[in-house]
């Protein structure tokens, strides 16, 4: 006797008997019963594919919990005590939260502020406010202070989780490291600040000598005359430059610099550099000593950007050097991974903070120095000459002691028909 073994989803199987006791045939009630017995198989089947699958989604929602970039916290209702956390949150909170946790385990270990700077009271927590009311919080600024001394300013969005029952039965609490958005802010409203005071300075300057020349009382003997529209020119250099790396600078973020690259050599776009850099205000206040060999191999570079990160190294180097010192120039050949000529551009200057290296590459960024001669730069400089070597396939560093001066290097790849590769 056979009788299928019927679910929701189908056949799961077939129950067989094969003999009877007393070898009787098999009648209506024997089947009754196997019918019967096939229900209850067929139930618990059932139940156990419908618990696998809930396994199988529990397990995917860990799964993307775990790997999400943003903190997670649940927490059960009754107690308040951890259900699920993930790795960011044992980031951020600079411990693991174990499933079972109690509030207070997890409460007492971190201080919450306010954006204004006092504390939270725990109960203002938008994790416990879901808990208990079932209040939904958005975009709370909430700013962890962690045992080991360590502010961690985070968004925090919360919700409660209702059961069957129509009852809260947990709630989830997620929140995302905000230190890198508010650095970009600090560092957005620092650039405002200095680009308004750096256009204003030689607005101000253009603005003063103009209105000199041109009041009858005001200077009129040539040499005065000369002296003030020189003034005037280096001031309008100034805005021009800030004007035009500005307008780079939004250009290489939108992949849009553009690039002529051409077969030239080193030794003509570094001498046509310092020719354009003797010209600049800071031009002829040190000696330049060159060494770029002629028997170099040429290089397939856009001549002009080439050109623009010599002259801002060596206005970089004048600015933080006294002047009559020297600032040297020596391209050579490197071919341990490849060819490449690498260039270094060396003064003996104030030097860079050792803490400050990683950093002067970054835009906007300044040498908190001010030891420098002349007012600072708008610090986009150096990110433009590393976006520019770089556009080149090569890369641009810097290796410094404060007090005893600065080497910048950079590579570019020789010419491969140079090389004869």
């Known amino acids: 006797m056979g009788v299928p073994i019927v679910g929701e ?121 879901a808990l208990r009311d079932g209040t939904v919080s958005r975009g709370v600024e909430v700013i962890f202070n962690l ?96 004007v035009g790396n500005l307008v780079d600078m939004s250009r290489i973020e939108a992949n849009a610099m553009p690039m002529d690259p051409e077969i030239c050599h080193l030794a003509d776009i570094t001498e046509e550099s310092i020719r354009r850099f003797n010209r600049s205000r800071l031009g002829g206040q040190q000696r330049i000593n060159v060494d770029v060999p002629l028997e170099l191999p040429e290089v397939y570079a856009d001549y002009d950007q080439i050109g623009r990160v010599i002259t801002n190294l060596l206005s970089n180097a004048s600015k933080y050097s006294s002047q009559g010192t020297e600032i040297s120039i020596k391209s050579y050949l490197h071919e341990d991974n490849g060819a490449n000529i690498i260039t270094d551009v060396k003064d003996s200057g104030i030097g860079i903070p050792d803490d400050e290296i990683d950093k002067i590459f970054d835009k906007f960024y300044r040498v908190t120095t001010q030891r420098g001669r002349g007012r600072p730069g708008s610090g986009l400089g150096l990110a433009i000459c590393r976006s520019i070597i770089e556009a080149h396939e090569g890369r641009i560093w810097v290796e410094s002691k404060p007090g005893e001066g600065s080497t910048f290097h950079f590579s570019i790849p020789a010419s491969v028909v140079s090389v004869g590769i």
């Open 147 to 242: 045992p080991d001394g360590r502010e961690i300013p985070t968004l925090v969005n919360a919700a409660p989780v209702y059961g069957e029952d129509g009852e809260i039965s947990a709630a989830i609490a997620i929140f995302e490291d905000i230190t890198a958005l508010q650095e970009v802010e600090r560092v957005k409203a620092e650039f405002l600040s200095m680009v308004s005071h750096d256009l204003k300075g030689p607005l101000s300057g253009i603005k003063s000598m103009a209105s000199a020349l041109l009041l009858e009382h005001g200077p009129r003997d040539i040499e005065t005359i000369l002296e003030y529209l020189a003034s005037i020119d280096e001031e309008a250099d100034r805005m021009t430059e800030l």
């Open 9 to 129: 989803s189908g056949v799961l199987g077939n129950l067989y008997l094969t003999n009877k006791s007393g070898k009787k045939e098999f009648d209506e009630h024997d089947q009754t019963v196997v019918e019967a017995f096939a229900q209850y198989a067929a139930t618990a089947l059932e139940n156990d594919r419908l618990r696998m699958e809930a396994e199988e989604e529990r397990g995917r929602i860990r799964a993307m919990i775990e790997s999400s970039a943003s903190a997670v916290i649940v927490a059960d209702a009754r107690d308040g005590r951890v259900v699920l956390s993930n790795s960011e949150t044992t980031r951020i909170m600079g411990r693991p939260l174990q499933a079972g946790e109690s509030r207070d385990e997890y409460e007492r270990t971190v201080v919450y502020r306010k954006p204004d700077g006092s504390v939270y009271d725990t109960s203002e927590l938008p994790l416990q406010q």
